[in-house]
Antibody, heavy 113, light 107 residues
Framework: EVQLVESGGGLVQPGGSLRLSCAASGFTFSSHWMTWVRQAPGKGLEWVANIKEDGSEKYYVDSVKGRFTVSRDNAKNSLYLQMNSLRGEDTAVYYC??????WGQGTLVTVSS | DIQMTQSPSSLSAFVGDRVTITCRASQGISNYLIWFQQKPGRAPKPLISGASSLESGVPSKFSGSGSGTDFTLTISSLQPEDFATYYCQQYYSHPITFGQGTRLEIK
């Protein structure tokens, strides 16, 4: 069974940093693109970033370029999102996604003073 | 960036009704389109990929059609569990983009 479990969310002040993790199991992690999608409270879905199977290609939505970094460790079956210079508009539930068919339960990031 | 525009933004219907939601892309995306259902507090659930292919385990009351720029999601014989928010998403090119969502409510 495919499982994606996010962690690392929480309350952070504007300008601060946070690192999200996603532990994957039930499939061959190194064979799949992985994606982060977020959803601000009461709002729609926003694709944030994705990363190729071997980490050689990464893509970001414009609003996070230069601030967020997606990475993966295939040996640990884990996906990461390093978030720096956080802003209030980054407040959202962050989902780890595989192939858009499998989604984690999400982790809430709140950026507030 | 490819803009995805859904209509309507909200929709009220009766149990048993058939409804159609449309999604328009700002440029051609072939059939690189997914439809999702999302209920409050839950992760989105994929219903249809490739514009018209039903995901495993999704009932056949859901159907998708379209190619290029215009797409539709049709739900037949609405049941209480179908009242949710629906999103389209293009995966033709980066950045991946979603429609703004269509909230389906019980009348």
């Amino acid at each position: 069974e495919v499982q994606l479990v996010e962690s690392g969310g929480g309350l952070v002040q504007p300008g601060g940093s946070l690192r999200l993790s996603c532990a994957a199991s039930g499939f061959t992690f190194s064979s799949h693109w992985m994606t982060w999608v977020r959803q601000a409270p009461g709002k729609g879905l926003e694709w944030v970033a994705n990363i190729k199977e071997d980490g050689s290609e990464k893509y970001y939505v414009d609003s996070v370029k230069g601030r967020f970094t997606v990475s993966r460790d295939n040996a640990k079956n884990s996906l990461y999102l390093q978030m720096n210079s956080l802003r209030g508009e980054d407040t959202a539930v962050y989902y780890c996604v595989r192939s858009y068919s499998y989604w984690g339960q999400g982790t809430l990031v709140t950026v507030s003073s | 960036d490819i803009q995805m525009t859904q209509s309507p933004s909200s929709l009220s219907a009766f149990v048993g009704d058939r409804v159609t939601i449309t999604c328009r892309a700002s440029q051609g995306i072939s059939n690189y389109l997914i439809w999702f259902q999302q209920k409050p507090g839950r992760a989105p659930k994929p219903l249809i990929s490739g514009a018209s292919s039903l995901e495993s385990g999704v009932p056949s009351k859901f159907s998708g059609s379209g190619s290029g720029t215009d797409f539709t999601l049709t739900i037949s014989s609405l049941q209480p569990e179908d009242f949710a928010t629906y999103y389209c998403q293009q995966y033709y090119s980066h950045p991946i983009t979603f429609g703004q969502g269509t909230r389906l409510e019980i009348k």
